[in-house]
């Protein structure tokens, strides 16, 4: 399995940006695909992520109302929408998978084991 991500970009204060998580290979055997992101100097954090067979999303506090994660139903493809971007949302965005089951989200970063390259969202005030 690999995953590609893309979308990243410099936006300013307010405004909107989709990221894509593009799964290749054998993808059948995702139970979750997620996006953490990264700042220098800062741990990698969860922001959402997606269960492909219970549909279960889960979303970080810092996150919720303003970022969305959907789903395409051939599991080829996990859009992350964000709105209302705010300088302290700058980061390197991951996507993540992991093909160990579970009906959940996990919110951990070691409970994946598929990662694609960082794509880097950076927003001006």
């Known amino acids: 399995v690999q995953l590609q991500a893309s979308g990243g970009g410099l936006v300013q204060a307010g405004d909107s940006l989709s990221l894509s998580c593009v799964h290749s290979?054998?993808?059948?055997?995702?139970?979750?695909t997620a996006w953490f992101r990264q700042s220098p100097g800062k741990e990698r954090e969860f922001i959402g992520g997606?269960?492909?067979?219970?549909?279960?999303?889960k979303y970080a506090e810092s996150v919720k109302g303003r970022f969305t994660v959907s789903r395409d139903n051939a599991k080829t493809t996990l859009v992350l929408q964000m709105t209302t971007l705010a300088p302290e949302d700058t980061a390197a965005y991951y996507c993540?998978?992991?093909?160990?089951?579970?009906?959940?989200?996990?919110?951990?970063?070691?409970?994946?084991?598929?990662w694609g390259q960082g794509t880097q969202v950076t927003v001006s005030s």
């Open positions: 997606a269960n492909w067979g219970s549909g279960f999303r």
């Open positions: 290979g054998h993808t059948s055997g995702i139970y979750v």
């Open positions: 993540a998978a992991t093909r160990r089951y579970t009906t959940v989200v996990p919110v951990t970063s070691t409970e994946y084991d598929v």
